[in-house]
């Protein structure tokens, strides 16, 4: 069975720009969840999508933005980006019908904002 | 909303020597309980999790004990490797029905395993 993947690994970005970051979840996991993981402040939840609808957002600026797609896959967005974005942005995904497999991660894409 | 504390944030040990790595949640509501292992510039890594109906669940070498009551649960790892060696991240949700929450994490733990 294939992993959750990301693309890209690693983007660089300039303040103020906007950054697309990319999900696929496992087959057959039909919920998306985006964490991002910034150096000394540990994993952070960001958004949660399932079903194609947001189900819930963590504590971060409406730049932050997603969606989830027919086929399950996502996408982040970040407008306006700050110096402060630069981080490890982490995808999970998790089965509805399995919850006890948990959610498992893909390799991150690593952003830098100059 | 959900507060997990993770201690310690750094832990050595001898090869052989048993780790325990200890968090407390603050959200009584929070009924799974997932620890993640990620070495250096790779992904998080599920390796082991339980559920609030359960008080202790083990896999090989390692084990996760829950107390419902004092709001805290544990990660034991037994006959340590070098391999071992990583940051550990414990974490909380609530997930219900059929389908996972979002996880609230502690902070890591790098365990380091010297040979």
């Known amino acids: 069975e294939a992993g959750v993947t990301q693309s890209p690994t690693h983007l660089i970005k300039t303040r103020g720009q906007q950054a697309t970051l990319r999900c696929s979840p496992i087959s057959g996991h039909t919920s998306v969840y985006w964490y991002q993981q910034a150096l000394g402040l540990g994993l952070q939840f960001l958004l949660w999508y399932d079903e194609g609808e947001e189900r819930n957002r963590g504590n971060f600026p409406p730049r932050f933005s997603g969606r989830q797609f027919p086929n399950y896959s996502s996408e982040l967005n970040v407008n306006a980006l700050e110096l402060e974005d630069s981080a490890l942005y982490l995808c999970a995904s998790s089965s509805k019908w399995r919850a006890a497999l948990g959610q498992y991660f893909g390799p991150g894409t690593r952003l830098l904002v100059l | ?115």
């Open chain 2, 1 to 115: 909303g959900e507060n997990v504390e993770q201690h310690p944030s750094t832990l050595s040990v001898q090869e052989g020597d048993s780790a325990v790595i200890k968090c407390t949640y603050s959200d009584s509501a929070s009924n799974y309980f997932p620890w993640y292992k990620q070495e250096l510039g790779k992904r998080p890594q599920l390796i082991i999790d339980i559920r609030s109906n359960v008080g202790e669940k083990k896999d090989q070498r390692i084990a996760v004990t829950l107390n419902k009551t004092a709001k805290h649960f544990s990660l034991h790892i037994t006959e340590t490797q070098p391999e071992d060696s990583a940051v550990y991240f414990c974490a909380a949700s609530k997930g219900s029905g059929g389908s996972n929450y979002k996880l609230t994490f502690g902070k890591g733990t790098l365990l380091t395993v010297n040979p």
